[in-house]
C-alpha cells in the first residue's frame, strides 16, 4: 500500500483524497434492461446467459462483449455478477453501461459495497429500481487510481478463482480412480498390474448381481457411515451478535456462509457443530454434496453431516458422490412434494469395500487428493476475508494503493 503523503480533504463522510470527486452515479453510469431469452431457443453454446444470480444457461449468441457487470433486477435483487466473456443477460437483469471512461471492474468492486440487495422496491415483485441506484453520491477517484484499486481486488479474485480450478481438477482426478478402482476394478494389484484386466481372481456377489474382486464385501452405504440429520435451527437462536454460529442451509452450500446468512447459539450439541473438511449432504429440495472449506457453522435440517469410524472419509466421499445421480432422481419424481430421499434410499445403495491391504494402499492416493481440496478451501475462504476487509477501505480511500499496481 502506498506510504507517499497524500492530500486529504474533510467530507460529511470523514477524511477524502483530495484528487477523488463527488458524483451522482447516474451521471456516470447506466444500468441497462437485459432481454429475454426463452429456454426454448437457447443453445449449449460458449457464452454465458445471466440471471439475477449469475449463469443459468450457455448460448451460442451473446448480447454484450466484455468485460461486463451484471446487476439483479427482479428475483436477485442486487446481486453484483461480474463476466470475464461476453454474455447474454435475461431481462430478470440489468447490465452496466460506463458514460465516460472508467475501469469497469472498479465499478464491479463499487457497485458491491452499495448494499444494493437492500434497496427493494416495494412493489407484490420487489424489483431494484433504477433511480434509486443513480441518485447515490459517491466519492469516485481519477481512472488510473480506480485501475489500481481494481487490480489489487481481482488479483485476490483471481488466485479465488484458479484456488476453484485447481479443485475442480482434483475432484476429476479423484472421481475417476474412484472409477477405475471401485467400478472397473481395474486398481494396481500386488504387481502394479491393473487388477481385473491382469487375470486377478473375481467372485460374485449375490447383493449385486455382477462380479466382485476376491476378499471384498458388499454393506449398505448407511452401515459403513453415519448420515446425522440437522437440526430445526430457529429452535437455537443466537442470544448474541457476537457470539454466534452460522446457521448450514443449502443456500450456503452453494455459495459459503453470506451477511444474510442466520445465526444460531453457539450451545447446540456438539456433534451438530460443522467444521472445515466435514462431508455435508442436503437431501431434500436441491440434493448438493460438498467438503466443507468455510469454518464453524450448525447443521441445519434437511441436510447430512456424513462421517464414519469404519472408513476414511474419501471412501464415503466418492461412494455418495457415486450415488448422487440416482438420488437426485429420485428426488425429481416426487411431483406432489418437495424432491426428497429417505433413508430407505441409503439402505438400498450398495457399496464395495476392499480388503485392509488394498485400501491402505488407495488412501496413501486419495487422502493426499482430499486433504488438498480442503486445504484449497480455507485458502480461498482467507483469501475472501482478507479482500472483504480491504474492499471498503480502499474504496473509502482510507487505504492509498501505489498507482502503478494497475499495470
Request: aromatic share 10%.
Amino acid at each position: 500500500m502506498s506510504s507517499e503523503k497524500i492530500d486529504f480533504k474533510e467530507t460529511e463522510i470523514g477524511r477524502i483524497p483530495k484528487d477523488w470527486k463527488l458524483r451522482q452515479l447516474g451521471s456516470v453510469i447506466e444500468l441497462v434492461y437485459g432481454k429475454g431469452l426463452p429456454e426454448r431457443l437457447r443453445r449449449k453454446g460458449v457464452f454465458p446467459v445471466y440471471g439475477s444470480n449469475g449463469i443459468i444457461d450457455w448460448n451460442d449468441n451473446y448480447l454484450v462483449e466484455s468485460p461486463g457487470i451484471i446487476v439483479g433486477r427482479k428475483g436477485s435483487v442486487g446481486e453484483i455478477t461480474f463476466s470475464k466473456n461476453n454474455f447474454w443477460p435475461i431481462d430478470t437483469t440489468y447490465y452496466l453501461k460506463l458514460k465516460e471512461k472508467g475501469d469497469v471492474r472498479y465499478w464491479f468492486y463499487l457497485l458491491k459495497t452499495l448494499n444494493l440487495n437492500k434497496m427493494n422496491s416495494h412493489s407484490a415483485v420487489p424489483g431494484l429500481n433504477r433511480e434509486d441506484v443513480y441518485s447515490i453520491q459517491e466519492y469516485i477517484p481519477p481512472l488510473q487510481e480506480q485501475k489500481a484499486i481494481a487490480k489489487v481486488l481481482s488479483n485476490l479474485d483471481d488466485k479465488i478463482e484458479l484456488n476453484n480450478e485447481m479443485n475442480k481438477t482434483l475432484e476429476e482426478i479423484g472421481q475417476a480412480l474412484f472409477k477405475r478402482w471401485f467400478i472397473d476394478f481395474e486398481f494396481p494389484d500386488e504387481n502394479g498390474n491393473p487388477y481385473r484386466s491382469s487375470g486377478g481372481e473375481m467372485i460374485y456377489s449375490e447383493e449385486l448381481g455382477k462380479e466382485i474382486p476376491k476378499g471384498w464385501e458388499v454393506k449398505p452405504i448407511d452401515e459403513i457411515a453415519e448420515y446425522l440429520n440437522g437440526l430445526a435451527l430457529q429452535k437455537y437462536p443466537s442470544d448474541s451478535d457476537r457470539e454466534y454460529l452460522p446457521v448450514i442451509k443449502i443456500r450456503e452450500l452453494k455459495q459459503g456462509i453470506t451477511d444474510t446468512t442466520d445465526k444460531a447459539n453457539r450451545n447446540i450439541p456438539e456433534n451438530y457443530v460443522i467444521n472445515d473438511g466435514d462431508v455435508l449432504f442436503s437431501w431434500s429440495g436441491s440434493l448438493e454434496l460438498v467438503i466443507w472449506g468455510y469454518g464453524k457453522g450448525a447443521l441445519n435440517q434437511h441436510l447430512f453431516k456424513v462421517s464414519s469410524k469404519l472408513v476414511p472419509k474419501w471412501f464415503y466421499y466418492y461412494w455418495t458422490l457415486h450415488y448422487l445421480p440416482e438420488y437426485k432422481r429420485i428426488a425429481e419424481g416426487k411431483a406432489t412434494t418437495m424432491g426428497h430421499i429417505q433413508r430407505g434410499h441409503l439402505k438400498n445403495s450398495l457399496v464395495i469395500i476392499p480388503n485392509a491391504p488394498t485400501i491402505s494402499k488407495m488412501n496413501s492416493i486419495l487422502n493426499p487428493i482430499i486433504d488438498k481440496m480442503i486445504q484449497i478451501k480455507i485458502e480461498s475462504r482467507n483469501i475472501s476475508e482478507i479482500r472483504d476487509s480491504l474492499l471498503p477501505k480502499l474504496m473509502s480511500g482510507e487505504i492509498r494503493v501505489p498507482l502503478e499496481a494497475h499495470q
